[in-house]
């Protein structure tokens, strides 16, 4: 469950959005001012900081540039000022997104669900070792092991579990696979990518009728489903 800091003065909002996002799976922690709100950020190190501007005792730009060295986490801004120069320097200073109030609670779901998908993307795309359920793939030792059975793959296998991995839940075009595997443009009819996926599929036990681990998503390519490899 992603922890969420949200500071914000107007009390029924702020109980409004805490209550939306508990509903889709968020721990919601709340502040009504400034005041204190640098020490709390460093002390709860939240997945995500939801933060007003006009607040008592202490602005959210403030309290922005303040928290940077210790808080390395995304930061929203959620602000009834709609002005394009505060709108620039919110994000100059260092936040992730500006949201303008008021704003329809399932946007501000979205908005929050991408900017912390970009975040683990962009932390698997630096790890050595991924791990989904019982499924444990590792870059450096190039081994791969599924309920604590070794797995023996092919250097081009391992290279496209690898790559799927990496996009958990996000498919992958074959244009994309072809190219980054391969080197060269996809032409339409080589059915390079299509063999492999199928090779992969039979070492990992996945169904190659109903396939559920290693997915194809009808006109976009093949995706890597996270949540595949924990009852097995």
Known sequence: MKHILLIEDDLRLANLVQNFLHQNS???????????????????????????????????????REIKQQFNNPILFLTARDSSIDHVMGLEIGADDYIIKPVDPHVLLARINLILRKVNNKDQLTQNELTFGQLTINKQARTVSLANKTIDLTTHEFELLWLLARFAGEPQSRESIHKSMIGREYDGLDRTVDVRVSRLRKKLNDDS????????????????????????
Not at 211 to 230: E, Q, R, S
């Open 26 to 64: 968020f721990k919601v922690s709340l502040l009504n001012s400034g005041q204190h709100a640098v020490t709390e950020i460093a002390r709860l190190q939240p997945d995500l900081l939801l933060l007003d501007i006009n607040l008592p005792d202490k602005d959210g730009f403030t309290i922005c």
């Open 209 to 232: 009728n109903k396939p559920f681990k290693l997915v194809t998503v009808w006109g976009k390519g093949y995706m890597f489903c996270p949540n595949a490899w924990d009852n097995l």
